[in-house]
């Protein structure tokens, strides 16, 4: 029985999710398996795969809630037999146990087998096997549609089985097999993978592989007689919390038009939609904006949306399910219980920031409904779909739900047009560096398969370990874009092809590590340099290293001898940011707890990359001890050892650590740093001391997702510049501080270093600290502008007083007046009040510069009195035509305004225009 692996494979990019309970698998089925590896020994398997299908080929979001037997998260039975039984095994073992161990009726039982097409013949075998368990009226021949499965547009293949149930019986239900009747399901498929498939077509595979998969949930609503997958015993607790939650009633299992109030539709996308997220976050996925982060954010969101409008629940509800479906679940899934906190906190954030867009998106589509009906129209448009995506968070697929449910469509294309819009720059410059880059080269089942029939061995790589060696090896295959070169032929200057040899010094990438790069030097047979080749990348296929470039200089063909010239200057760099690595996992561990898990990494020659579980930023402080602690394990000079045992046996080690989700060959190479710093499973390039890595700079800490952060960090040379620049700043911060808080621009000349600081490739510990001090400068001094400032109100007070009561005693009405505030607004309402209080009937404009002389920002603030409004002069408009002269702008009420203008060269013209205007809405003028 093999365990289940993660449902969202963190490990390969290639799957938004673990789909099928073949995919951990694949690696057998494509041919690219390590020797070592413990798939390489594996003939047959069993197990039950957590798999969620939402987004990418296979997607059943769509009809989840809507039918009896769609999830998104279900739990698939699956065997496996990889180059050992094959079809006649495979259907006497799913025939055994459907009727002799689940007991099922063989009545209703029927079994449908491939019938060929113009590419492959019928699958006659499959057909008599089944002849020899059902009459011929219940083996049903099928299309390739139904029949024929497929990995993806390449890779393997085959013809398939399925075996459907009739759940009411005493009938013949043959026509109704795959016509989508919920009564007639299908409940195990069995795949007789036999094919490889390429851009030329078909080709039978060296090997012949069974894969077959039975969902649990179905084959259980069978063996507990529910017409329904959500009856069964496993959905029945989340229900009935979710009807505690509900204020429309319990569920009762109605479907299509039945379900007026689409409440029961509700429930089973919710039940789903609680599992898939729950056990996605679990095994390390997480809500966000990209791949099957945002899957997963749609996921929830559906269900928020179901809950809170459909159900009446409240804000909320959505995190109230999670112990419930831990309760169901956690004694066989053991991860949801230690993940439940986790769990609770990243459905809460997540269901909360929804929550308060939610309410508007509801409303905006209500009025959204209501304005298409009444325009006799049944279509959402794109740009208003495009609105509630972009804006209000609903995805495209919540839309087109609510728009079904009201009876209306979207404009889907119009959607896609909006969505191309904004993405054009991103998407160009994408699609730009990826044509600038050079054939991607890989070799699968049939090459593999090809070069092992010819003769070819595993590449023996054992010399990746060694340095500064020059190894000769000899040229087994040759491989380009269109295939293998065939004996004679030879790759020609400016040719990118891989290369097979029978051995290699190069390091394939793998685990989180870049090739080696460097060049294989083409001899000839008195051993002369007669060629060069370029090697750009090293990747293992089935223990196949294929080495990537372009030919230089010479030719190359199958049999030549060439030495491998490894770049060792690059891999030095390379070295000590692989075993630092190892060591920054360790103090992560020691300073934030053992929680922590390691959730990638990439090792080159400029920095070492570490992403892992932690749920929110870290403080100066854990930075800074995470920092010192690698930094003395560099200065202790602690001896870097690796040693190969049995998997068996490392795992028994105290202390190890080892990648969540990865599979580790058998035997496996341990690496240690010192007796205990750090133990871990790994098959990369390291240092034999950790001095020399020379130094060691954490210079950045961030989010990469939610609940997952990335520290980046350097090592030698780029550390020890790194620590100079620190240095520098550093001198710099303090040559500020000790300038006074009557420095004039102080806060101007700390925001100048504050720039260079933050551009600045220095420790994130050093610029955080640098920061912090900047900010206490840059607040002494906005505190000593305020103190002064203070004290040039209070003298700027007495002269206003004395004009405004002298313009009083001259008889005026309005008056305008520069006064030297700094453009501060507290100051401007001191000076409004003042002059309302001594002169109530007095209209009054001040303007004042932020930096008398600068020409730069100026603020012009108004009030006027009843009386003066009464007769025109309107403050608003007296502000607006004051600062238009300087292209400003402002606003407000007829009796009191304000407004700026970003620069000023004229205040005089601005003074001017201001009395103006005053002296054209009131009679008596301005003096």
Known sequence: MTPSSPCAPLNDPTLLFTNAGMNQFKPIFLGQVDPNSPLASLKRACNSQKCIRAGGKHNDLEDVGRDTYHHTFFEMLGTWSFGDYFKEEAIDMAWKLLTEVYKLDPDRLYATYFEGDENVGEDVEAKEFWLKYLPADRVIGCVAADNFWEMGDTGPCGPCSEIHYDRIGGRDASALVNADDPDVIEIWNIVFIQYNKDEKGLAQLPQKHIDTGMGLERLVSILQNQSSNYDIDAFQPIFNKLAELSKVGPYEGKLGEEDVTVKDTAYRAISDHIRTLSFAIADGAVPNNEGRGYVLRRILRRAT????????????????????????????????????????????????????????????????????????????????????????????????????????????????????????????????????????????????????????????????????????????????????????????????????LDKSSFYAEAGGQEADLGTLRILNEAGDVVGSFDVRDVQSFGGFLLHSGFVEEGSLEVGAVVNCRVDYDRRRQVAPNHSMTHVLNAALREVLGDSVDQRGSLCNDEKLRFDFSYKKAMNIDQLRKTEEICQKVV???????????????????????????????????????????????????????????????????????????????????????????GDKYEALVAEVEALGVDTPDLDKQAGAVRKDVDAAFISAVVKAELRARIEGIQKKANEAKKAALAQRVDKIMNVVKQDVEEAIAAGRKTMVMNVDIAADSKASQKITNAVKKIAPELAFLGLSEEEAGSGGKLMAFALVPDSAVETGLKADEWIRATLEVCGGRGGGRPGNAQGQAPQCSDVEAVVAAAENFADSKVSSGVQ
């Open 305 to 500: 949306r179901y809950g809170q409008q459909i159900l009446k629940a409240p804000p909320g509800f959505f995190q109230e399910l999670i112990p419930t479906v831990v309760d169901t679940f956690g004694e066989a899934y053991p991860e949801l219980v230690e993940k439940q906190d986790l769990i609770t906190e990243v459905i809460a954030e997540e269901e909360q920031a929804f929550s308060n867009m939610l309410d508007r998106g509801i409303k905006y589509f209500s009025e959204l409904e209501a304005g298409v009906k009444a325009d006799g129209g049944d279509v959402v448009t794109g740009d208003k779909a495009f609105y509630l995506y972009d804006t209000l968070g609903f995805p495209i697929d919540l839309t087109e739900l609510m728009a079904e449910e009201a009876g209306l469509s979207v404009d889907v294309k119009g959607f896609a047009n909006e969505m191309e819009a904004q993405k054009k720059r991103s998407r160009a410059a994408r699609a730009s560096a990826k044509s600038g880059g050079a054939p991607q080269l890989e070799l699968i089942a049939e090459q593999t398969a090809a070069l092992s029939d010819s003769g070819v061995l595993a590449t023996d790589d054992s010399f990746k370990y060694r340095w500064d060696v020059e190894l000769p090896a000899t040229v087994m295959s040759i491989y380009g874009p269109d295939g293998f070169l065939e004996k004679g032929s030879a790759a020609q200057p400016g040719d990118f092809v891989g290369l097979v």
């Open 635 to 725: 200065a202790d000079s602690l001896p870097v050892t690796a040693k190969t045992m049995s998997l068996a046996e490392a795992q028994e080690i105290d202390g190890v650590r080892a990648v969540f989700g990865e599979v580790y060959p058998d035997p496996v190479r341990v690496v240690s740093v010192g007796d205990d710093t750090s133990i871990e499973f790994c098959g990369g390039t390291h240092v034999s001391n950790t001095a020399e890595a020379e130094a060691f700079v954490l210079v950045e800490e961030t989010a990469v997702a939610k609940g997952i952060r990335r520290i980046s960090a350097v090592t030698r040379d780029a550390a020890v510049q790194a620590k100079k620049e």
